[in-house]
């Protein structure tokens, strides 16, 4: 009945656990979710006024199809001001998150085989988009290791259309030095390929800078970035998220856009609108918070021997369970049924991550506490 398409993917493993936890909670368990990919916090109020005003001014039919243009335009002003890169309203497309703003990518410029370069491990749902879009995945390991030209030369091959980078990094917590961007943006120069760009957590960084491939020299005409509302501002209902693109992508992603959800949400625009124009103090503020977070969460878990690379940027801590000679599906469970503690297990974002568990930190102090307490009597 489905097709080989949506028979080569598998469900996406983090909704699935976020569902899982639901479901006990519903069933009276006291359960400690630890596996959220969004920001807990409440989406800053005057952005939730800014969708009454829209509401009240009757902003609540179809938009043009690549977004309202005072959005385009304010996102092309921060990407030129923020993100070094030179880009005008027109080559920025709004979409319903950037989950869609992906899709759209994969589906303009894949044909059946092309194969796109993934780093090992990486954010569950880029295997799907490739693969749905008729793409194969070919992986490069980077966990703890540097991304090396090597490494990504004897991944390649000569179907390779694409390599995909995501820093900070969800689910490993790392972001890319200047040295792997250079070494990335060579490679992908000499072997004529693609960039995406995926830029969603730039703002929730506690160590480096947040530098846009697309910035490097002669990269831009090569590379998509997308971006988003949902983790910056916890705004992961409201569905908006953006592409900056060469011209020639951005109109396939156009059509992609207009033939299938016509446009992001008219009201969710316009708060975002207000996102970008407002004081960014919200985010600073949201930003510490994480940081405050990490430092306890990672601390605790180096304590309790569940080894742990100090997050750079996002919110996920990736632990290493190998030392309790658990493999990770086998450690989920073990929290799940002894602790009530829903984590992410590594391997779904890649063999590189079997022996690791994900914990998003998105989570309050107080059940970071709780939740750690948990592991330790459980340990
Ligand atoms: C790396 C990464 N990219 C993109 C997204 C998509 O976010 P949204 O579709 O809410 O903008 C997520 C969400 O979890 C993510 O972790």
């Not at 309203?89 to 703003?101: D, F, M, S």
């Not at 592409?243 to 109109?251: G, L």
């Not at 299938?260 to 918070?289: F, H, N």
């Amino acid at each position: 009945m489905l097709s080989k398409r949506v028979n080569g993917i598998a469900e996406s493993a983090t909704i699935k656990m976020g569902l899982l936890a639901k479901q006990l909670q519903d069933e009276g368990k006291e359960v400690m979710n630890f596996s959220l990919g969004e920001p807990d916090f409440k989406t800053p109020e005057h952005i939730c006024e800014a969708a009454k005003k829209a509401l009240d001014l009757g902003y609540t039919h179809y938009t043009s199809s690549a977004g309202i243009t005072e959005l385009r335009e304010e996102i092309a002003k921060k990407i030129q001001a923020e993100n070094k890169v030179d880009v005008n309203a027109e080559e920025v497309i709004v979409t319903p998150g950037g989950k869609q703003a992906i899709y759209e990518v994969m589906m303009s410029v894949l044909d059946e085989g092309d194969e796109v370069l993934l780093l090992d491990p990486c954010w569950v749902s880029f295997e799907a988009a490739v693969k749905l879009a008729g793409g194969k995945p070919s992986w490069v390991k980077k966990l703890e290791e540097e991304v090396k030209y090597e490494a990504l030369e004897s991944a390649a091959s000569e179907n390779t259309k694409m390599i995909v980078i995501n820093s900070p990094n969800n689910p490993a917590g790392y972001v890319l030095s200047d040295r792997e961007l250079n070494e990335i943006a060579e490679f992908a120069t000499e072997h004529n390929l693609l960039v995406l760009s995926d830029e969603i957590y730039e703002k929730i960084i506690y160590e480096r800078r947040h530098v846009s491939i697309a910035s490097l020299d002669d990269m831009q005409e090569r590379t998509i970035i997308v971006n988003g509302f949902s983790k910056t501002y916890a705004m992961t209902g409201w569905r908006i998220g953006y592409a900056v693109a060469p011209p020639v992508i951005m109109n396939g992603m156009l059509k992609i856009q207009q033939h299938s959800v016509s446009c992001a949400p008219s009201i969710s625009q316009y708060s975002a609108l207000t996102a970008l124009r407002g004081s960014q103090e919200c985010v600073d503020k949201m930003v510490k918070e994480f940081k405050r977070r990490k430092d306890v969460i990672v601390k605790r878990l180096n304590g309790i021997g569940l080894r742990c690379v100090n997050p750079e940027g996002a919110f996920y801590a990736f632990v290493n369970t190998s030392n309790h000679g658990n493999n990770d599906i086998e450690f989920t469970e073990r929290l799940l049924k002894e602790a009530y503690i829903v984590v992410t297990p590594g391997s779904a974002f890649g063999s590189a991550g079997k022996d690791y568990v994900r914990f998003s930190f998105a989570a309050s102090m107080e059940n970071i506490v709780e939740g750690m307490e948990r592991i330790e009597k459980m340990l």
